[in-house]
């Protein structure tokens, strides 16, 4: 069964530092989102794209985050400096449509 | 801000009983629901989708929608220890954001042998 791809599935990083994480989507599929999930709470959307472009990024913090998806395939989400409230699990999902698919996830602890 | 809720839980639920998780919306203009299972530190996997007014079956999980009250439920019968897990609810509006999903924070089921 296909899977999207994460990495790292750990991070521990230090507030200040510079962090990023990548997502490989399903092969085919448009669309790539990026959730943060809390630690008791559901995933938050980031940011989504449309093949290279972004749909939606109105809940990204951008004077820290950034993401990229330069050839519509993979995609990278920075966090730069981290704040220890950056602490969560980073979710990637893709989907061709409707109803789609996570990836194994990132968490990050910021210490 | 359109609002997905959930009670928290946890929901404890003896095996082999009926569990039921319940879901409210507030965007009168969603057109798509869906239901995630979520494992300790694990990623959420969709389990359940439903779309128009009604039930639908798969195995022993059942949701439902009634779009009148805003309201989405999954029943989990014959709930086994391994259905313990929280279970997301996620609803797509249609928005300027396509297909992505709005979810609530999700209800804990604890099934006790």
């Known amino acids: 069964e296909a899977e999207v791809a994460q990495s790292p599935r750990y991070k521990i990083t230090e507030k200040s530092q510079a962090v990023a994480f990548w997502c490989d989507p399903i092969?085919?599929?448009?669309?790539l989102y990026w959730y943060r999930q809390i630690l008791g709470q559901g995933p938050e959307l980031l940011v989504q794209f449309q093949d290279e472009s972004v749909v939606d990024d109105s809940q990204l913090p951008k004077d820290r985050f950034s993401a990229e998806r330069l050839k519509g395939v993979d995609s990278t989400l920075k966090i730069q400096p981290a704040e220890l409230g950056d602490s969560a699990m980073y979710l990637c999902a893709s989907s061709p449509g409707l109803g789609y698919t996570f990836g194994s996830g990132t968490r990050l602890t910021v210490v | 801000q359109k609002e997905v809720e959930q009670n928290s839980g946890p929901l404890s639920v003896p095996e082999g009983a009926i569990a039921s998780l319940n879901c409210t919306y507030s965007?009168?203009?969603?057109?798509?629901f869906f239901w995630y299972r979520q494992y300790s530190g694990k990623s959420p996997e969709l389990i359940m989708s439903i779309y128009s007014n009604g039930d639908k079956e798969d195995g022993r999980i059942t949701a439902q929608l009634n779009k009148a009250s805003q309201y989405v439920s999954l029943l989990i019968r014959d709930s086994q220890p391994s259905d313990s897990a929280t279970y997301l609810c996620a609803v797509n509006s249609n928005s300027n954001s396509g297909y992505a999903l709005n979810f609530g924070k999700g209800t804990s089921l604890l099934v006790t042998p």
């Open positions: 965007d009168r203009g969603s057109q798509s």
């Open positions: 092969s085919g599929h448009a669309t």
